[in-house]
């Protein structure tokens, strides 16, 4: 028998073993899923590691500002695009925007290569088991269970040990979800997007 997911709505007419099940998988969820926990701390160090390494070396070859900025951009970017695909980490997605919109600053013709991977990173959010284990862990604790659901459990503890019952969890599935993937991109594109439109009506301003 199959686990009943924890994130649909159970049925008015729902037969007193499917509401178990469902709220089984309920408690289970909020119990043992929980967000993706990133070391924030640690990706910041390292980033202002590289970057500073980074720095020095090309200062120390007399490299231009540009050549200084455009690597340093770019991993910034890469790195937080990256915990936030993977994290599920929201500020990191404005951070990689923000990244992106340096170096469209820098490189203007780089927009469209920068929105394609936005959206690439985008459609890597749609599966992404860290978005998939936050929407999950936020769904078990945004709506209290039902009487039934409640009944359901505690007529189970009563006849199943309750540690071999619950210490199981349950299996989160990779939801796809075409808002997140929209929502994701809108993230990222922002900035770089907003960069662009500012230098181009800087441009227009100056033409007139």
Do not use: K
């Not at 009943?4 to 909020?30: C, F, N, Q, Y």
């Not at 929201?90 to 170096?103: C, D, K, S």
């Amino acid at each position: 028998m199959t686990a009943a997911d924890p994130l649909a709505v159970l049925r008015p007419d729902a037969p007193p073993a499917e509401a178990e099940s469902h709220a089984e998988s309920r408690m289970r969820l909020a119990t043992a899923a929980g967000p993706p926990r990133v070391p924030m701390r640690r990706v910041l160090l390292t980033c202002a590691l590289v970057l500073a390494v980074e720095t020095v070396v090309l200062l120390a070859t007399e490299r231009s500002l540009h050549d200084v900025l455009l690597p340093g951009y770019l991993i910034l970017m890469v790195a937080f695009g990256l915990v936030f695909c993977l994290g599920a980490v929201t500020v990191a997605g404005f951070a990689a925007g923000a990244a992106a919109a340096g170096l469209v600053v820098l490189e203007p013709d780089a927009l469209l290569p920068l929105l394609g991977g936005a959206a690439l990173l985008a459609l890597g959010c749609g599966v992404a088991p860290g978005w998939a284990r936050v929407e999950a862990w936020q769904a078990a604790h945004s709506r209290p269970l039902t009487a039934e659901e409640e009944a359901a459990v505690a007529q189970r503890a009563l006849s199943v040990d309750r540690s071999r019952a619950w210490s199981r969890g349950v299996r989160l599935r990779n939801y796809w979800r075409s808002d997140r993937v929209l929502a994701a991109f809108l993230v990222l594109a922002f900035h770089p997007l907003l960069a662009a439109f500012s230098l181009w009506f800087i441009d227009w301003m100056q033409r007139r």
